[in-house]
C-alpha cells in the first residue's frame, strides 16, 4: 500500500466521519484511527485465525471500544463541548455504561461454548447486578462535591473488607504479613477521616 493511497483512504474516512456528525479536529482523528486499528486487526486476525485467534477477538474488542467511544463522541458534539452539570455527566455514564454492559454481554452469551440456562446463571447476573448497583452509588458519592471528603475513605476501604471476607466465608489462608497491611490500610483509612486529609 503506497503512501498516497493511505491518504487517500484517511481523507474519505474523515469526509464519512463528518457526515455523520463527527467534525471536531480532536475527535475526528481518534475516531479514525481506532477504525482502523479496528480493520487492521478484524482482517489480519480473520486472515490468522487458526494460528492466532487471540489477534481477532482483540480486534473484536477495539470493536467495542470504537462504538463505544464513537457514541460518546457524538453524544457530546451534539451537546456542544463545554461545562456541564454533575447530573448530566451521571446520564452519560449511565448511558454508556449501559451500552458498553449490553454489548458485552451479548458478545459474552455468542462466545459461549455450552448451552444457556437461566437458573443455573442467575447467582452470576445478581452479583453483576449488585455490582453495577454500587458502582453507580460510588460515582453518585464522589459527585457529590459537599462530602466527598466524607465518603472516600468508606468507599476506600472495600479492600480490607474483601479480604477480610474471603478469610471469613472462604477461610482463605492469611499470615502475619497481611494482618499488618490490613491494619496498616485500616489505620491510614482512619486518619483520612479523622484528619479530613
Known sequence: ???????????????????????HPVIRPLVRNELLLTALFLLGGGAAFSATPWFFWFGVGLGIMTLTFWSLARFFLRAGLGEYSTAFLRVVLLRWGGRLLLLGGLLYLLARREKFTFKAELPKYVGA???TVGQLFYIYALADEEHVMMSAP?????CVASVLWSRLFLKEKL???HYLMIGFVVAGIVILGIYDI
Open 175 to 177: 499470615s502475619w504479613k
Open 154 to 158: 468508606i468507599i476506600s476501604a472495600y
Open 1 to 23: 500500500m503506497t503512501a498516497q493511497t493511505l491518504k487517500t483512504m484517511t481523507h474519505s474516512l474523515d469526509a464519512w466521519l463528518w457526515r455523520r456528525g463527527i467534525g
Open 129 to 131: 447486578a449488585c455490582e
